[in-house]
């Protein structure tokens, strides 16, 4: 079956730190680009960040510039979002999803897998 899976979301104090994760399964993940996005309750969906097939590109939303972390491990077939000084408004279900086309912070070049999302809440 050819599914991207997310894990590592979860319930966080402000300023702690998560570490999402995006595998895929019954495909080669360093094909594509892939890219993080988010969704909270009542907002549109917003690029996260996203990165290159090779990881040479990375690209962020200027909200979690210098706290998010995009990494890949092509021999995992995995791709992670390091989130740190966690925030409440970080708080939304996160999807990874795949492209063909270049690292772009749009939802509309993302054509290809998404993953079911996983939720992240960030609260005391």
């Known amino acids: 079956q050819l599914q991207l899976v997310e894990s590592g979301g979860g319930l966080v104090q402000p300023g702690g730190s998560l570490r999402l994760s995006c595998a895929a399964s019954g495909f080669t993940l360093d094909y594509y680009v892939v890219g993080w996005f988010r969704q909270a309750p009542g907002k549109e969906r917003e690029g996260v960040s996203c990165i290159s097939r090779t990881g040479g590109v990375t690209k962020y939303a200027d909200s979690v510039k210098g706290r998010f972390t995009i990494s890949r491990d092509n021999a995992k077939n995995t791709v992670y979002l390091q989130m740190n000084s966690l925030k409440p408004e970080d708080t939304a279900v996160y999807y990874c999803?795949?492209?063909?086309?270049?690292?772009?912070?749009?939802?509309?070049?993302?054509?290809?897998?998404w993953g079911q999302g996983t939720q992240v809440t960030v609260s005391s």
């Open positions: 999803a795949t492209s063909q086309a270049m690292c772009v912070m749009s939802s509309d070049a993302f054509r290809g897998f």
